[in-house]
């Protein structure tokens, strides 16, 4: 079965500055990959998505990732943070034809001011 | 618009209670899934459904049962509950078609505490 490493647990960064979130898989075959955003008391929102195509997807708020297929990752960029960017992200991985979607730990990024 | 309900949000069980975790969607979405939430471990599927009448069993099934009697139900039960099934559970649903790749629409979570 596929599955997923979140590298940092914990990223803590000031406001303004740029973060990156680390993001790897394993799996044998094609995956679809997606990036999503919890905050505090709330479920899980989709940020963004690979599933085919050009290998840089963004989302509406700035944050954009990268297929690299070669290093197996999917790494989550944002050249500027604010405030509202605290919360925990989880990546998440499927495999074709396969329901059971695997997600990772979850990396906690807090926004200092 | 309410996309996905989940009832109740908090609740406290003793060991060898049961009970059941009602989650709800208008979207018309075929695919439902539970999953529960633990720290350090991210989401870990429990239990799934492709449709109505039909469930599946997902990556930590054991001790715990599912029923998709109507398509915008899906319930999750406990019929003895243990102190290792304290977590925070999570309904989530998708669209019709290719559900590997859909993205998931969350409830905001139902935290199940176990003594």
């Known amino acids: 079965a596929q599955s997923v490493t979140q590298l940092d647990s914990q990223v803590p960064v000031f406001e303004e500055a740029p973060v990156e979130l680390r993001c790897n898989y394993s799996s044998s075959v094609s995956v679809y990959l997606f990036w999503y955003v919890q905050y505090p008391n709330q479920g899980l929102q989709l940020l963004l998505k690979?599933?085919?195509?050009?290998?840089l997807v963004e989302s509406i708020n700035g944050f954009e990732a990268e297929f690299n297929k070669s290093q197996t990752s999917f790494h989550l960029r944002k050249p500027s943070v604010h405030i509202s960017d605290t919360a925990e992200y989880f990546c998440a991985v499927s495999m074709y034809n396969n329901n059971d979607m695997r997600f990772g730990a979850g990396t906690r990024l807090t926004v200092k001011p | 618009n309410a996309g996905v309900t989940q009832t109740p949000k908090f609740r406290v069980l003793k060991t060898g209670q049961s009970m059941t975790l009602l989650c709800a969607q208008d979207m018309n979405h075929e695919y439902m899934y539970w999953y529960r939430q633990d720290p350090g471990m991210g989401l870990r599927l429990i239990h799934y459904?492709?449709?109505?009448?039909?469930?599946a069993k997902g990556e930590v099934p054991d001790g715990y049962n599912v029923s998709r009697l109507k398509k915008q139900n899906f319930l999750l039960g406990l019929e003895s509950a243990a102190p290792s099934q304290t977590s925070v559970y999570f309904c989530a649903s998708s669209n019709q078609g290719e559900a590997y790749n859909s993205p998931l629409h969350f409830g905001n979570g139902t935290r199940l505490t176990v003594t």
């Open positions: 459904s492709v449709g109505e009448g039909t469930t």
């Open positions: 690979y599933l085919s195509g050009s290998t």
